[in-house]
């Protein structure tokens, strides 16, 4: 008789199984995760669908990499799917009819989201081009980047003015870059682990010559994406060279890097006659770097496994010679290659919700004291007619439950209230753009609104 098959995808058992899904409270849960997204896949051109790639790389890993956007979709289907998967953060790509290129960067499932124009922006190929000795194709995309952030908070004035950017604007913007990658801990996480650096530099408002008066009050930020690489200093250029041609040996690459030392006797001739070739110190620059590039690190070395025996000896220095080897301190040269893509960023408006609610923020249009009270009173007047139907769809429900005589009408009315959820949820989507609005044609909106008529049976 055959062996019953096994089942090794599926299974409570396998890899993929129910066991192998992360804990409800565990940091894969917590950590950010992210979509970047065109919204209108076929009209933004093919220059902004390349930028929409080059940010899923600089987003990674905790980016839907392989997304693939349709024509026909919309914003509700990525918040939909937002929550199940796990998504924190939406980034979409967008371009008016005037062909300016827009950025959003929303928070789910509440809010808040901030409007960006991206005034100007160079792909990840054409900075490649651009540098004499690019770098990137290798593991530095396998961890979160670094970010860097730089003058997001005014410094506050001394004639006592108030700043065009409110503080609260700023502590939320800072707040919300934070959070697009999981936090670091300078005392537990590896320096091996951090290969990128993300920079966002906000430019400072400028004040004009003939006035101490600030021109505008704009938000700019710059961004700019760097890999981080390193190497030992201190060391002559033979030292380089052998250790350069070691490390092709081991990955058995071609031998042209080898230094020929068949002409000499011994290694140090290589390695202090300055008169051989690439041998030793032709000059004090070689092996020295500027000292605001050069830090001190831990060297990893490989250290040999001791089994219980011998540890519980080495706690009782029962062993001879047995002491605590300090860690090697080596010197490394921190040097930033650029990556792409660069990004200039300028803000427009902040609003509560996702892509729709009320404005808190505006560049352009500024508002009085009593039109944002009125403001305030007219979304006042929206929640509580919301919180209304949702009251009135909750007893509708509740009544066809108490109503139902067979299991037929149970199916029933459980799509009855799906679809009643559905809509309440969806129901301010139309009010996207009404914090654009004057508050004359809101309230004409709002006077040439019918009642809505709910039905109870």
Known sequence: ???????????????????????????????????????????????????????????????????????????????????????????LFSRSTTGNTNLRLALTPRGPTLHFRVEKYSLCKDV??????????????????????NNFT????????????????????????????????????PLSTIKRILLLNRELPRVSSSSSKVDDGSYIINLRHYAITTKRTGLSRGIKRLNAAERMLRERKNKHGVPNLGKLG?????????????????????????????VEVVEANSRKVLNKRQLEALRNNEVKGAHRQSPQIEKRAVKLVELGPRMKLRMTKVE????????????????SKDEVKEMERVWEVRRQEREERKRLQKENVERKRKDKSGPGKGEVVDEVEEDDVDDEYWDDEDLEDAGDMDIDEVNNVESSKEPAKVVAG
């Open 266 to 294: 011994d290694v140090a001739d290589y390695l202090l006659d300055p008169s051989a070739a690439g041998g030793g110190f032709t000059s004090g620059s070689e092996s020295e770097v500027e000292t605001d590039v050069e």
């Open 1 to 91: 008789m055959a062996r019953r098959r096994t089942k090794k995808r599926t299974h409570a058992g396998a890899r993929t199984g129910p066991t192998q899904a992360p804990a409800a409270n565990s940091s894969a849960l917590r950590a950010p995760k992210s979509m970047v997204i065109r919204i209108g896949a076929g009209e933004v051109g093919p220059s902004v669908s390349q930028l929409v790639k080059d940010v899923r790389s600089m987003m990674e890993p905790d980016t839907a990499s392989r997304l693939k956007e349709r024509r026909s979709n919309r914003l509700r289907d990525y918040t939909t799917m937002a929550g199940p998967l796990g998504v924190s953060h939406l980034l």
């Open 352 to 367: 509560e919700g996702v892509c729709g609610g009320k404005i808190m923020w505006h560049e352009y249009l500024h508002k």
């Open 154 to 189: 005014s410094p506050s004035t001394s004639d006592g003015t108030t700043p065009a950017i409110p503080k609260h604007l700023e502590s939320l913007t800072t707040m919300i870059f934070q959070s697009l990658f999981p936090p670091i801990s300078p005392q537990t996480t």
């Open 128 to 149: 490649l081009k651009a540098i004499k000795h690019p770098k990137g194709g290798g593991k530095e995309y396998l961890t979160a980047p670094l970010l860097v952030m």
